[in-house]
């Protein structure tokens, strides 16, 4: 059983620990694959052990897991919270000399209800808090005052920390000291220890997570010329192009956001969607004028 942002999803036809109070009916979704990428895998495979299988696996769970959330959008519109009997299917495409690959999922979608939330709440019972935790969360507490003040941080624990716990909280103040880093040169060894660790914070959230997070970074005039690159690294490692986005730069009216926009459209996706393509089709009169 898997859980994407709490909507339940299960490959099996029931659940553990959940009551299933009404089926609502079958759902499905699809997504087309980047042209390719699944004949470049069948290649790789005497790369089994290399770095191209783990981009490829990479790759591949990025696909599964954006059409499960298209799965999750479509069960959504029927009132469910959870998705049973979920199936994935991947079916070739082929035509014009191209091969592309259809990813399909299926599932039923369904209302759950947690059978120990209510008895818990028969119970009066709330969350309980280790006392690790309890000092885990204190410590953060410290970690978010440092960051604020723009104090580095030089204790492995403390990164250790904000990606455990994924703290959103921290994002604005730590490119605002890669800001400062950047600014004062006499600092250049400092940024070299801090880069690495935030690309490692930023790395440890989800997909969509990492998108609002970063994004709005280079739409801003003012911090766009120090830290694009190193949202540019980010996008490009974790697959995370967005034409949405890209649009929205285009449609800027700073020439050196639209330039950056310009680099972003040299990355690759993983796989394209419907939506994706639609939007493309919108970009491309931006640079015929």
Do not use: H
Not at 42 to 62: C, H, I, M, P, W
Not at 64 to 87: D, H
């Amino acid at each position: 059983m898997s859980n994407l942002s709490s909507f339940l999803v299960t490959t099996t036809p029931s659940m553990d620990g959940y009551k299933i109070k009404s089926y609502l009916g079958p759902v499905t979704a699809n997504i087309i694959a980047g042209t390719g990428l699944f004949s470049d895998i069948a290649a790789s495979f005497t790369d089994v052990f290399g770095g191209r299988s783990e981009s490829y696996q990479k790759q591949l769970s990025a696909i599964n897991n954006e059409v499960i959330k298209k799965l999750i959008t479509t069960a959504q519109q029927f009132r469910a919270n959870a998705i049973v009997g979920l199936k994935l299917d991947f079916d070739e495409i082929s035509g014009k000399a191209k091969q592309m690959f259809m990813v399909s999922a299926t599932g039923t979608a369904v209302y759950v209800e947690s059978l120990q939330a209510e008895t818990d709440n028969k119970r009066g019972m709330n969350r309980i808090v280790t006392a690790d935790e309890l000092n885990d969360r204190l410590k953060i507490l410290d970690i978010l005052d440092s960051l604020e003040k723009g104090d580095d941080l030089d204790d492995p624990n403390d990164w250790n920390l904000l990606r455990k716990y994924k703290v959103k909280d921290a994002a604005k103040s730590i490119f605002e000291i890669i800001l400062k880093l950047k600014s004062n040169p006499q600092e250049s060894y400092s940024l070299e220890s801090f880069i690495p660790n935030a690309k490692q914070y930023f790395l440890s959230f989800a997909d969509e997570e990492l998108k609002e997070m970063i994004y709005p970074i280079i739409l801003d005039l003012e911090k766009i010329l120090k830290l694009f690159y190193f949202v540019k690294e980010i996008v490009e490692l974790e697959n995370l192009l967005d034409f949405n986005y890209i649009m929205q730069m285009l449609e800027s009216d700073s020439l050196l956001i639209k330039k950056c926009s310009l680099i972003l459209l040299k990355l690759d996706k993983a796989y394209y969607t419907y939506e994706d393509i639609e939007i493309i089709k919108n970009i491309i009169p931006k640079f015929l004028k």
